[in-house]
């Protein structure tokens, strides 16, 4: 350790009566009850190549450390210490990253630390860290939030101890700048832009979709100021984003240390790809997963769900997905998990064969925990899946050894008692793979993980974790272990593999897909649960839907019903506009025949749509999986330059070309169209930018908008199923201003497309594009087209023009 001379200022950091609190001038102090303590001066400082280390003393003068590592040009590692030279047990959500080397060089007043593009400047004493991005500032802590008695509003970055003197809580504190907005934390149904509320990160059986308690909450967020934070801990985290202050944000965690990365580029997009680089991006989902999900809570027995499938083509609508909920042997003498009830569920494996004839790949409900009792002919016995697992320590314990045993769900009215399967046990994760894998390799196409947010604070896993330390964890080890069994059994099979999950964590993203949890039908509910994706959006998560039609709905006595024509309709037009689709409803039915004759030709219209859409929605899903960008954006995102964008959250990119703007329970639809020419989706009318627009109040259809320079390509048809092979005979619509160049994605094709009008000639090349037809708006005059040097047939229309082969 290299050791600073002392060069403390005079009425700041010098401390001239034993205990500082008793100073009324000259230092702030504390205007909050319990024994905070904070970082107040540098006293030593140990450089090395990747890493460097501070030695600090704090308010209450005792002794921190600090340790920063560059993990890229731009970004870095940040860990607090409050007591030095102590051992800690690290919760992190990314583990040891690959570090770069720094320069480091000391000033009198501060030491910094740089890279090529981003330094850090740490100021001696008071201590604090400003952060520089191409020699710009980017943000710093804050150590000036103080009230008119000279009082901590905010307290500088620091930590908690409790009576005995022992850390609590550690938090770091910034500085917020006026114009600051900030995205993220996972799936958050609150409004969009976080600035002015309080997050708590702690998944929680929401059951809900409208509310501040969340499945999937992420310790991740997003600045428009440039940068973006990880806090690395799977333990309880708690922000304060500027609800108690207007000039200052708090990260706070319940570990005895602080650890966090910060990702620096001014470029949004650039954000999360960084981010997305160090966590993880997604796996690529099969082509089926984006058709039609149809589902309720729950198809019985087998007659019924092949009636369901036959149903489904009788009606003539696209769909690839059956799922069933209550398919297992819970209640009977199946003392192994995972297994079908065949008194229900006659030969399965035929069952699931007969439904692939048909073109359905069938979905399979699962939960985390055994059910403790069970009733069987009205007595009620000990579980044999409890029992069995129990025998073999597959399931988390209490203090004493024994399992522990809880209700799954917050206010849950059936009162189930369960225990929780232990996910860090290896041999249960073993067991629960061939488990798993035995069902893949008998066909069924996808497992829907549901519940695991409720694990209790005091209880102990198999690894000496605690729940404390592992409640958040836990979600991610339960997906984590199902998509690995998933991912290696169908990769035996040739095939994609993926989940459905409810609960997640900050790298879920690994393991897709999620949905959204329990929504209602209410059509104001919508609203929060665009949120919740777009927040998923801007935390690395692409692959997402919601119960289309909302999973439950009662009347004013509380009887459970269908939801009505309208606010069905709704959520199918925003469901089906998602990047994945299912319809799902608690016992009442959610297929589309059950609705008004005006209802079904609706849906019929947006399903067919959707399946019209598959060849973009696949090439932006692969988007996904090489960037890191997600399949549903937030306008910011798109047009991070557009400040009108900046709290928009009643509207949305489907990928880079397709503005949605779902219709709620608005009375007036109002959708602002960023600076630029657009088109009506539906009929190539020409919309100018850079304004607000009312759209015509529709109930067979959803307002779509097509961004210039952009393309959509299209199939001719909707198909009924969606086939495992590349898609052809493409539709391109081009909203074509200037030039446009682009790539399309399909399996191991990374296409090209270039467009240009030149002396009213509309020149096109593409390449490993199947393409028959190109639908063409432009305000230039055309007369002639030419694809790949060839002549094409130009016809005009209304708003445009059409292009097929000559």
């Known amino acids: 350790m290299i050791q600073l001379a002392d060069n403390e200022k005079k009425g700041y950091c010098q401390h001239t009566v034993e205990d500082p609190l008793k100073l009324k001038e000259g230092y702030c102090h504390f205007n909050q009850t319990g024994q905070k303590d904070f970082l107040n001066k540098m006293i030593a400082y140990e450089p090395g190549c990747s890493k460097i280390t501070f030695e600090l003393q704090t308010f209450r003068k005792k002794q921190a450390e600090v340790v920063v590592e560059f993990i890229s040009q731009t970004a870095f590692r940040f860990r607090m210490y409050p007591e030095a030279g102590k051992t800690y047990c690290e919760n992190s959500v990314l583990p040891k990253t690959d570090t770069i080397p720094m320069t480091i060089k000391e000033e009198e007043e501060e030491i910094t630390a740089s890279t090529e593009r981003l330094m850090l400047r740490f100021q001696k004493c008071p201590w604090q860290m400003s952060v520089y991005l191409d020699g710009e500032e980017l943000t710093k802590e804050q150590i000036k939030d103080q009230d008119v008695g000279q009082k901590y509003k905010s307290v500088p970055t620091g930590f908690s ?38 997050i708590c990160v702690w998944q929680r059986d929401a059951q809900s979709t409208n509310s501040d308690i969340s499945y999937k909450g992420m310790p991740y967020f997003v600045s428009t100021q440039g940068y973006s934070i990880l806090v690395n801990t799977f333990t309880r985290t708690h922000f304060n984003m500027g609800a108690s202050s207007g000039v200052s944000y708090t990260m706070e965690t319940e570990d005895p240390y602080l650890d966090y990365y910060l990702f620096a580029n001014r470029n949004m997009k650039g954000l999360l790809a960084d981010y997305t680089e160090a966590s993880g991006r ?12 149809m589902s309720k809570m729950s198809y019985l027995n087998r007659a019924e769900v092949e009636e ?17 909920d209550a398919w297992m042997d819970m209640f009977g003498n199946a003392s192994e998990l995972l297994s079908f009830d065949e008194k229900r569920f006659p030969k399965p494996e035929e069952m699931i064969a007969e439904l692939r004839k048909k073109g359905f790949h069938l979905s399979l409900w699962m939960f985390p925990y055994v059910q403790t009792k069970i009733t069987v002919d009205g007595t009620q016995r000990v579980s044999r899946q409890y029992l069995s697992m129990k025998e073999r320590g597959f399931l988390v314990k209490r203090t004493d050894g024994e399992p522990y045993i809880f209700s799954p769900g917050e206010g849950d009215a059936a009162g189930w008692g369960v225990a929780a399967l232990d996910f860090t046990n290896p041999e249960f994760v073993l067991y629960m793979k061939e488990r798993v894998k035995r069902l893949m390799k008998m066909g069924v196409g996808v497992i829907k993980t549901d519940f695991s947010e409720e694990v209790p604070e005091d209880a102990v896993f198999w690894d000496g974790s605690t729940g404390k330390e592992a409640h958040n964890k836990y979600t991610l080890l339960y997906a984590r272990t199902i998509y690995e069994a998933s991912a290696e059994a169908k990769k035996e099979l040739g095939e994609s593999a993926l989940l459905w999950g409810r609960s997640g964590y900050s790298g879920s993203q690994n393991y897709p897909a999620n949905w959204a949890g329990d929504s209602s039908a209410a059509k104001n509910n919508l609203a929060a649960v665009l949120n919740g994706g777009l927040s998923m959006g801007m935390s690395g998560v692409s692959f997402w839907g919601f119960d289309i039609g909302g999973f439950y709905n009662c009347d004013y006595e509380g009887r459970r019903c269908i939801p009505s024509d309208d606010e069905y309709i709704r959520s199918v037009q925003m469901g089906l506009m998602s990047p994945l689709s299912r319809s799902h409803g608690q016992s009442t039915p959610r297929e589309p025949w059950v609705f008004s004759r005006e209802t079904q030709k609706t849906f019929l219209k947006i399903n067919k749509l959707r399946y019209r859409l598959l060849p973009y929605l696949y090439s932006t899903a692969y988007e996904t999986h090489y960037k890191g960008l997600p399949m549903m954006r937030a306008m910011v995102l798109e047009f991070q330059e557009d400040w009108n964008a900046r709290n928009l959250s009643r509207q949305y990119m489907l990928g880079e070309s397709l503005l949605v703007a779902p219709v709620f329970d608005q009375e007036i639809v ?26 015509e109040k529709r109930l067979d259809q959803i307002p779509l908008y097509l961004r210039e320079n952009h393309m959509i390509p299209m199939l001719q048809e909707a198909p009924m199923h969606i086939e495992n092979r590349n898609f052809e005979k493409l539709v391109v619509i081009l909203n074509l201003q200037e030039e446009l160049e682009t790539h399309y994605y399909d399996d191991g094709v990374c296409g090209k497309l270039f467009t240009k009008i030149v002396n009213e000639t509309l020149i096109i090349e593409s390449a490993k594009m199947k393409i028959e037809l190109f639908e063409v708006y432009s305000e230039k005059e055309i007369h002639n087209c030419v694809v790949n040097k060839n002549a094409w047939k130009l016809e005009k229309t209304e708003h445009g023009f059409r292009a097929t082969r000559g």
Request: without cysteine.
């Open 161 to 198: 101890v409790d009576e005995n003197g022992r850390v609590t809580d550690t938090f770091e504190t910034m500085y917020m700048y006026s114009d600051e907005a900030f995205y993220g934390f996972g799936e958050k149904f609150t409004d969009f832009n976080k600035r002015g509320q309080k």
């Open 308 to 324: 369901i499938a036959e149903k489904m083509n009788e009606f003539g609508m696209s769909a690839d997905v059956i799922h069933i």
């Open 670 to 695: 109002k959708v602002y169209l960023p600076k630029g020419s657009w088109t009506d989706f539906y009929t190539g009318e020409r919309l100018e930018g850079g304004k607000w627009i009312t759209a």
């Open 282 to 293: 997604s796996p690529m989902i099969p082509r089926w997963a984006f058709g039609f999900w």
